[in-house]
């Protein structure tokens, strides 16, 4: 975790919410936080620090399933990006994504109905989508075709196929 990924927006995001909604939920941050130590601070600092848990370390590929089956929805503030694994690992299990809309997040997550776009850095944005999310209970939504792994390996094959056709792989 860095803080080009603005957890520390999510933190002053999840203590906006109104009291009934934030005393019933479990903000859960995952991930080694490297540089971040601001947002550390804040998780632990904030009045909402019993709603809040930190896993400041390394996920292993067979630990992300438990994580990704247990949540309600996958939050990426992100105050900059090119592209996010996590993103596409949310779309796999159907949750809604609250996304900043920076770089390529925006257009891998734009033909994913789960997927509510905010400004980065705006906290109000971001806490009003979260709230929306509570409101709506839990939701699963399909993977949309072009964003299927079959659908994506074919047109992997299919760009290689062409590239090797043109004597360029």
């Known amino acids: 975790m860095r803080p080009y990924k603005g957890v520390i927006h999510l933190i002053h995001a999840f203590e906006m919410l109104p009291a009934f909604i ?27 620090s019993d709603r809040i848990r930190f896993m400041n370390r390394y996920v292993s590929d067979h630990e992300v399933p438990q994580y990704f089956s247990a949540a309600d929805a996958l ?29 390529g997040i925006a257009e891998s997550l ?9 400004p980065p850095s705006d906290e109000q944005r971001l806490s009003r989508a979260m709230e929306q999310i509570f409101q709506a209970g839990p939701t699963r939504y399909p993977v949309p075709e072009h964003l299927r792994w079959e659908s994506v390996a074919e047109q992997y094959g299919s760009v290689i196929s062409e590239m090797a056709e043109e004597g360029k792989a």
């Open 22 to 48: 934030r005393e019933s939920s479990l903000l859960i941050i995952v991930g080694e936080a490297w540089e971040d130590k601001t947002s550390i601070r804040a998780a632990s600092t904030s009045f909402a």
């Open 75 to 103: 939050i990426l503030p992100y105050i900059r990006a090119s592209q996010s694994g996590v993103a596409h690992i949310g779309v796999a299990y159907g949750l809604p994504i609250i996304a900043s809309q920076v770089g």
């Open 110 to 118: 734009s033909g994913y109905e789960g997927t509510t776009f905010v």
